[in-house]
Structure formats: C-alpha cells, structure tokens
C-alpha cells in the first residue's frame, strides 16, 4: 500500500461519524489496533470524529478501504503513523 493511501486512511479517522454509519458493519483502531463493530462506538469528539471504545483515542477508520478491515492493516497504519 502506498503512501497516498495512508493519508486517506488518516483522514477518514475524523468526521467520520456519517461515514462509519454508512458503510460496514465493522470499523477498525490504528492506535490499539481492534476491529469491532460501529455500534460498539459510543462517543464521539465535538466534530463527529469516533472515539475507540478501547484505548479511548480517535483513531478510527470505517471499513471503507478494504472489503473487511483487518488488524494486518491497522499494523501497518500504526507503523506509518506512530512509528511503532
Ligand atoms: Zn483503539
């Protein structure tokens, strides 16, 4: 995956509200790396961007850029991204 398509991926961590309640039923954290299910997401920052119900961060990505999000490639994110 290229780089481009990292950045994509960050952007669609904030004001994503609409988006994660549009598309998949799962949605993905590049911060703790879960995958779980949108309802699972109970709050949200002043401008719609989802809260991780497990690490409490607002890293999270719908299910847009694969078919089923998968922990590979929130691994991958987190490494773009965190450098870990
Ligand atoms: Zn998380």
């Known amino acids: 995956m290229s780089n ?7 952007n669609l961590t904030t004001n994503n509200k609409f988006l994660l309640n549009s598309y998949g039923d799962y949605c ?10 949108v309802s ?19 890293y999270v990505l719908p ?4 078919t089923r999000i998968s922990k590979n ?3 991958k994110l987190s490494a773009f ?3 870990v």
């Open 63 to 66: 299910d847009i850029l694969e």
């Open 4 to 10: 481009r398509n990292f950045d994509v991926a960050y």
């Open 81 to 83: 991204w965190f450098g």
């Open 40 to 58: 699972e997401i109970k709050s949200y920052t002043n401008d719609d961007s989802a809260i991780c119900p497990y690490c409490g961060n607002d």
């Open 73 to 75: 490639f929130l691994k």
């Open 28 to 37: 993905g954290c590049f911060k703790c790396c879960s995958v779980y299910l």
